[in-house]
Nanobody
Framework: QVQLVESGGGLVQAGGSLRLSCTAS????????THWYRQAPGNEREWVAS???????KYGDSVAGRFTISRDSAKSIVFLQMNNLKPEDTATYYC???????????WGQGTQVTVSS
């Protein structure tokens, strides 16, 4: 059974930093692409960043230059380092993992990030 568990969210002042983690189990992590999304109340879910084996990481325009996605394949964890946070970054952040051999997507339960002005 595949499980994704996010952690690291919280309340931070504008300009601060947080690091989110998403720990995967039950899946062959090295053969999976990993992604972060976020959703603010009343908004659609927004793609934030992606990291896939053998590919350069990719970022949404609103976070490029401030956020960094990385993977620890030995521990099956994907991170999202978020710097220079802004109030508009406030959202629930979700990780998604795609098993590239089956094409199946898995989602975590989300972690809340709140940035105060």
């Amino acid at each position: 059974q595949v499980q994704l568990v996010e952690s690291g969210g919280g309340l931070v002042q504008a300009g601060g930093s947080l690091r989110l983690s998403c720990t995967a189990s039950g899946v062959r992590f090295i053969a999976a692409s990993t992604h972060w999304y976020r959703q603010a109340p009343g908004n659609e879910r927004e793609w934030v960043a992606s990291a896939s084996p053998g590919r350069s990481p990719k970022y949404g325009d609103s976070v490029a230059g401030r956020f960094t996605i990385s993977r620890d394949s030995a521990k099956s964890i994907v991170f999202l380092q978020m710097n220079n946070l802004k109030p508009e970054d406030t959202a629930t952040y979700y990780c998604r993992l795609r098993d590239m051999s089956s094409g199946t997507d898995y989602w975590g339960q989300g972690t809340q990030v709140t940035v105060s002005s």
